[in-house]
């Protein structure tokens, strides 16, 4: 590898029920990122959390109708991140062999989605390895993937948020009653989903509650990604999202236009994930959205005030409401969302007059930029 660029560790796969998707946007990375300014080591996460060299074939990790990808641990020898005298470094571990460094490290890209991977476990181990990383740090990580945690943040900054429910393992087994009651007291429909999940995973939209069988099983089907369950009131309005990047040099957030998910109800109830990454048929997505400027500017406001609360960095994309009323109402934070070239987060930015590749180049800097430890 030159020693003048810029080695870059690409992180992806994971433990989580979002591998395959974080396995796609490594995928739109590889194919993007500039080879003449960066060396890129990808490395795989397995669902048992093995790390491992991965290929360097972004067609092994695209997300296709007829195979999800998957890092094994056939995909590579292992490895670890460690530190020396020279840096972050990875190492190749080999059955009966001495670790050999397969290579320094400058900074870590994780695209990582959902559970142990975006929610501040692995920006923790970066930490402690002193590597700097894309993306934010252990709390913002941890609060933007608990919706739960998150909707009280935004709530104390005075930031709007819908009614919701939340269902702890506890509440659901011993208090089954007081959390149906507090249920009826939403506007239908509810929509059940994981507290800790995303890409849809889990989530089920119910519209009738005289019958409490469909939320049980809801709840259920939820609890099968994260035995903490949130239960919203649902929002008439149209989906619009805002992709939010850090500033440069302690200058403040930047926001995108916004865009628009448009679902044709006829065919599907809501953006669920088959129609993220498999049949976008009934969905179209707009960039820019079309909106009045007063209420444009609102949601990148909003989306900027958003990334502040929760004190996240680099990168993240606000999900909101706009009502027929043109009130904005908060939905949630990603703090890494999709991040293919047809995923809405590249797509807005590329519609506000910046690039894919030169996102991922934006991103990287603002990593390099920025320290690590307390800050």
Known sequence: MSQSKIRVALLFGGRSGEHAISAATAAGVL????????????????????????????????????????????SGSSVVLSSSSQGPQLQVLEAGSVPTVLSQVDVVFPVLHGPFGEDGTVQGLLELAEVRYVGSGVLASAVGMDKHYMKLLFAAHGLPVGPYVVVSPRDWSRRREDVLSRVKELRLPVFVKPA???????????????????LERAVEDAQVHDPKVLIEQGIEGREIECAVLGGRGGDAPRASVPGEIVVDHTARDFYDFEAKYIDDGPVRL??????APAVSERVRDLAVAAFEAIGAEGIARVDVFVTPQDDVVINEINTMPGFTPISMYPRMW??????????????????????TGLR
Not at 197 to 213: I, K, P, Y
Not at 286 to 291: E, G, I, K
Not at 351 to 367: N, V
């Open 350 to 371: 590329e519609a506000s007059g910046l690039a894919y590749p030169d996102l991922i180049d934006e991103l990287i800097q603002l990593a390099l930029e920025r320290p």
């Open 31 to 74: 194919k993007a990122i500039d080879r003449d300014k960066y060396d890129v080591v990808p490395v795989g996460i397995t669902r048992a959390g093995q790390w491992v060299v991965a290929s360097d074939d972004p067609a092994l990790w695209e997300l296709r109708a007829d195979r999800l990808p998957e890092v094994t641990a056939a």
């Open 286 to 291: 707009d960039a820019p959205a079309d909106l």
């Open 196 to 214: 800790r999940a995303g890409s849809s995973l889990g989530v089920t939209r119910v519209d009738d509650l005289a019958d409490l069988a469909d």
